[in-house]
């Protein structure tokens, strides 16, 4: 048997990025050289840290129940993994269970008899109703990522699906009724070495679409924003960044693109010449997102903390917002771009506005880092202007809320996610709410009552979810390199 630390370092530096700790894996990459490790990344399956030490578990597991004389003793209770590092402590918890467990036997059989009986209820509670659920043949499975896929976004006028994955690609899926089933555009995110153009070997960490759906612009950890059309053809390559691009954003005007680095600035792209039009130094640790307040001011968050509004052409911030207390991991202007909201791994969700220094809004509920926040595409100056304004944000905490943000009160908890949630989206029209966890679901909720409307069950914890502009499809991305797409008029 053979164990290099290189391996070792390879697998907890996956694991890192598929639990969603992106920067925590930027870090533990450089410092550990994993980019001169000769390990294929794409050969190595997903979650193969866990695989390993679960086989590992039942090793031990199968030693401990296997006494001395060859004699099986059931174990009472499943092995923990901290359990399998100390088995003596766990022979004598196990004897001690047993010798209790016979104690109660003799005294009587009748509360048994009671406990079998309520058992059965409360697993048949947790089922989901059979008209909820989606079964497997009613949603398209799109293979071909050979890694991860950390994200997905629907063309804003076809039904094309973009794909950026951890294999160091990103792929478009033609999903119109008259394409060719499952045909699929793929994007190599490739670097100069020489005279060649070899893979670059690192994740495709974001990507988003232009207004009119002609552009897909593209984010790396090679540190290279790209600019590709719907053909696949590669039109721009924007490097300025030293070191990976977390988030990009095109405006809505199509002319400038935004993005943020580990290199702790932000640049605006002139997304015709490739340019860089401005850079901003502002932050003092790596910026993780960015989102346009008006087609030239934006704002931007890091783990620094702190979150600063810029404009084009402003050598300095117009404004900066201090309260969190941990890093704040995404932000989001409202429909009209009156109000930010941010959140943060200090499990506050926060509303600022430019009309004053501290927050509109504290929110405190979740019980875990939150992870990503959406506005509902509701309210004045929307498409759906008779409708409240409502803010969704997905935490670690299992949990989805839906927030009153005129109030500032959680209007609604949901709650049948089991893993970490990393991405919610709303319907176009804002009747309903896509949620996707590690658990391998995606949930699909009224906004109105907070109820449970479908429930699809994929094959790998779930990074996106994203809804089509009819607001008649749904996709979600894997980390067992799936794509997923559920046409909610089949159902």
């Not at 974001?206 to 290279?224: E, I, P, R």
């Amino acid at each position: 048997m053979s164990l290099t630390s290189d391996e070792v370092n390879f697998l907890v530096y996956r694991y890192l990025q598929e639990s969603g700790f992106q920067h925590s894996a930027y870090t533990f990459g450089i410092e550990s050289h994993i980019s001169q490790s000769n390990i294929n990344g794409a050969l190595v399956p997903p979650a193969a840290l866990l695989s390993i030490l679960q086989k590992g578990l039942q090793y031990t597991e199968a030693e401990i129940s296997i006494g001395e004389d060859g004699t099986e003793h059931r174990l009472v209770e499943s092995l923990s993994l901290i359990d399998a590092v100390m088995p003596d402590v766990v022979a004598t918890r196990q004897n001690q269970q047993n010798q209790q467990k016979q104690a109660i036997k003799n005294e009587t059989n009748e509360a048994n008899g009671e406990e079998a009986a309520v058992a059965p209820a409360q697993a048949e509670a947790m089922d989901l109703d059979s008209s909820i659920e989606i079964p497997p043949s009613k949603a398209t499975a799109l293979r071909g990522h050979e890694s991860e896929v950390f994200i997905c976004a629907w063309n804003p006028t076809k039904d094309l699906l973009a794909s950026g994955s951890g294999d160091s690609t990103a792929r478009i899926w033609d999903l119109n009724d008259n394409a060719e089933p499952k045909a699929q555009l793929i994007l190599r995110h490739c670097i100069r070495k020489g005279e060649c153009e070899v893979p670059s070997n690192k994740d495709v960490t974001s990507l988003d679409w232009n207004c009119d759906g002609s552009l897909l612009a593209t984010g790396s950890y090679d540190g290279y924003a790209r600019i590709w059309n719907t053909i696949g053809l590669l039109t721009t390559t924007l490097g300025q960044h030293k070191g990976p691009i977390f988030a990009l954003k095109w405006n809505k005007k199509g002319n400038y693109i935004l993005s943020a680095g580990v290199d702790k600035t932000t640049i605006i792209w002139d997304a015709a010449s490739g340019q860089c039009t401005q850079q901003f130094s502002f932050h003092s640790a790596p910026a993780l997102d960015v989102d346009w307040q008006t087609n030239t001011s934006f704002a931007s968050c890091s783990t620094d903390q702190c979150i600063h509004v810029c404009k084009l052409s402003m050598d300095r911030p117009i404004k900066s917002f201090q309260g969190h207390t941990n890093e704040v991991n995404a932000i989001k202007w409202d429909p009209q771009g009156n109000l930010l909201a941010s959140c943060s791994d200090d499990m506050t969700l926060k509303i600022w506005s430019m009309k004053q220094d501290t927050c509109v809004h504290d929110l405190q509920a979740h019980s875990k880092e939150i992870y990503t926040i959406k506005w509902s595409p509701t309210g004045p100056g929307t498409q759906n202007p008779n409708m409240n304004l409502i803010l969704a944000s997905a935490s670690f905490d299992s949990t989805v809320r839906l927030w009153d943000v005129e109030r500032g009160a959680c209007m609604h908890t949901l709650t049948k996610h089991t893993e970490p949630v990393y991405s919610v989206a709303f319907s176009p029209d804002g009747k309903f709410l896509a949620s996707g966890s590690f658990d391998k679901c995606v949930h699909i909720w009224s906004t109105q009552s907070g109820q449970l409307v479908h429930s699809y069950k994929g094959t790998g914890g779930i990074f996106e979810v994203c809804w089509n502009s009819r607001g008649d499809k749904v996709g979600a991305s894997a980390s067992d390199g799936s794509v997923v797409v559920l046409d909610l008029r089949k159902l």
